[in-house]
């Protein structure tokens, strides 16, 4: 996945370049292209969730009732509606909104950090997403057994998946170590 942050910079219109001349607002400038970076990756995130791990986990939801495997709707549902959670709180995360004059004051080093924290974050849903589709070749080979273990296993990467989430939102809230 391409950096954004350095596309954000490079799409920078006569006015945004304009305005880093400005003094005073040069770092409101970069700042706000930091955060326009993080809110593209952050949509990206979420459309790569909702596509390689919720779509797949849909498919096995209806192969596994089709072939009548009603034991497994519960395991099913319960892994579907983590990664529906996940989804929707990286798709409406904050981004770190700082004013010109804000009362508290978010630094390009602690921009950075979140974007480290989304990039991690796109590493371990593309480990999610590459079960996903071994469980989907499971179900379609009718080996339930099989989709019931990797199930397990995207629990517990979703699970992780989360933590990473969750010291995103710690660093956010300034309670993290940066």
Partial sequence: MTDL???????RGL???IQLGIPGFRGYRQKEDLRIADSLLRVQIADLLKSDVLQPLELIRERAGNALELDMM???????SAA???ESRVRHAEQGYSGISPAYR???????????????????????????KTALASSD??????????????????????????KRITTMA?????
């Fill in 5 to 11: 942050r350095n596309k954000v910079e490079d799409d």
């Fill in 15 to 17: 006015l945004k370049k």
């Fill in 74 to 80: 519960n395991d099913i549902a319960t892994v579907i």
């Fill in 84 to 86: 529906k959670t996940a």
């Fill in 106 to 132: 978010v630094t390009d080093v602690e921009l950075n950090t979140l974007y480290e924290f989304d990039l991690a974050l796109v590493e371990g849903i593309n480990g999610l997403g590459e079960l996903c």
């Fill in 141 to 166: 080979a009718g080996d339930f057994g099989l989709v019931k273990a990797d199930l397990r296993d995207i629990r517990s990467g979703l699970s992780e998946l989360s933590s990473v989430f969750e």
């Fill in 174 to 178: 300034g309670l993290g170590a940066l």
